[in-house]
């Protein structure tokens, strides 16, 4: 008989498979956007160890040497743990630029500590990047944008105007010229006292800014206006319908969560979209403005939702609506690519169109789309037809415009003059005429 033979190395190996896992090797992870040390890189482990880490080392080796770089000074007893320390030439000065080896070994708790050896490619980059900004002085807008160019050399990984917690990226100059330039905007709730940096980085640690020249002329900036909207029951109920129709519970907690926490979902939706752009421009001519329109709202009007007399919301509006007839032909304000069409939450039935560099433009609440994601328009071709899908009580076209995902006021693309002033003076911009 076989049997017992089978029976006794399966009690056997479930034995060893017990004590294996009770002692199993600890799994690092470390980033992977952790490629270069520099002066003191920050670097982030994680450790999942059942018993803990009793010892975690990190080493780095270059030209056949081994420098300790970290070491823990105690054991960390729980399964997940994450261990912060830096790298880099401050703490060993004998590291050149060039190829080097992070190691990582960390060694588990308990009666049978096992060690784990992690090892990563890196590049040694001592030198920070250098940037510097052009000498033009850019005035700003609350809302609006502007056009920088600037130098970047050495190593880096990244660069671009930075305004407040906003970046801006940099690119090459078109037409094969030397440098990058980069469109930024200075949002309409930027504290004004905000000072835009032009900056590199090199992903090391190492990040160098030069602040811009501005002008923030305090008398000239938008005034933006309140305005109050009276919510009725068959306005709240078209939107609930449409946008929560499977929600109970209080109709006005569910209006006033589809308002806020869905807007913000969809505006976040839309500032993702800033990865989907063409490294080229897409256009050519100044931005249109919808044939015959009467702009029934503008940028960042603040609004303040009264429900039965008693206000229940307040929000800030990030476009212009537009409104001509029932169902008019919705035009495309720039040659781009459409990088959305389809519906999203409050916007209703929505497109959006790249028009490169991180510039888009977004046309809300559509009754009907008649584009494809993917598909190139031309400037002034009709996309679709106007409605009021999603939260709209009347028809009109939505029409906003974001840069690099800040979502930015248009009226100033509208305007050939500013076009010349602040974009085709300052970069190649083919075919532009006025
Ligand atoms: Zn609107």
Same mark, same amino acid.
């Given at each position: ?356 560099? @991180? $510039?888009?433009?977004?046309? %809300? ?5 008649? /584009? &494809?994601? =993917? ?5 002034? #071709?009709?996309? @679709? $037809?106007?409605?009021?899908? %999603? ?5 009109? /076209? &939505?029409? =906003? ?5 800040? #979502? ?27």
């Amino acid at each position: 008989m076989r049997f017992p033979t089978v029976a006794s190395s399966l009690l056997l190996s479930s034995f060893l498979v017990f004590l294996l896992s009770g002692c199993s090797k600890p799994t690092v992870d470390v980033p992977a956007s952790l490629t270069t040390i520099g002066q003191a890189t920050p670097v982030t482990v994680h450790v999942h160890s059942s018993h803990g880490v009793s010892k975690m080392t990190a080493i780095v080796e270059q030209n056949g040497a081994q420098y300790q770089a970290w070491q823990t000074t105690s054991a960390a007893k729980s399964a997940e743990s994450a261990f912060n320390f830096s790298v880099g030439v401050t703490t060993i000065p004998q590291l050149k630029d060039g190829h080097a080896r992070l190691i990582v070994e960390a060694e588990s708790g308990g009666l049978f500590g096992r060690t784990e050896r992690w090892e990563r490619d890196v590049n040694v980059i001592t030198q920070p990047p250098t940037v510097s900004a052009d000498s033009d002085q850019h005035y700003l807008y609350l809302g609006m944008a502007d056009l920088a160019t600037l130098n970047v050399t050495g190593s880096y990984t990244s660069a671009g105007v930075r305004v407040g917690d906003e970046t801006f990226r940099a690119w090459p100059m078109p037409g094969g010229k030397p440098g990058f330039f980069s469109l930024f905007a200075f949002a309409w709730n930027m504290p004004a006292n905000t000072m835009p940096l032009v900056y590199a980085s090199n992903g090391a640690g190492n990040d160098v800014t030069t602040p811009l020249t501005v002008i923030f002329p305090k008398k000239e900036q938008p005034v933006y206006t309140q305005h109050e909207i009276q919510v009725t029951d068959q306005f709240m109920q078209k939107v609930l319908g449409e946008l929560d129709p499977n929600g109970t519970g209080d109709p006005v907690a569910r209006f006033v969560r589809i308002n806020s926490e869905m807007r913000k979902e969809n505006n976040k939706t839309l500032s993702d979209l800033r990865f989907k752009t063409a490294d080229h421009f897409l256009w050519s001519q100044p931005f249109t403005r919808q044939s015959h329109s009467q702009a029934e709202a503008t940028f960042a009007d603040k609004r303040t939702y009264i429900y039965h007399g008693k206000k229940i919301d307040e929000q800030v509006h990030l476009g212009y609506d537009l409104a001509v007839t029932q169902h008019v032909g919705v035009e495309a304000s720039n040659d781009g690519r459409v990088v959305w069409a389809a519906p999203l939450g409050i916007y209703g039935n929505c497109i959006v169109v790249d028009h490169g560099y @991180g $510039l888009q433009t977004i046309y %809300g609440h559509l009754s009907r789309i008649d /584009v &494809h994601e =993917g598909e190139m328009v031309k400037r002034g #071709q009709i996309m @679709g $037809l106007s409605g009021m899908t %999603g939260m709209a009580g009347g028809d009109h /076209v &939505h029409f =906003g415009m974001q840069l690099d995902g800040v #979502q930015i006021d248009p009226k100033e693309w509208w305007d050939p003059h500013w076009i010349k002033d602040h974009i085709a003076r300052r970069v190649d911009l083919p075919g532009f005429s006025q």
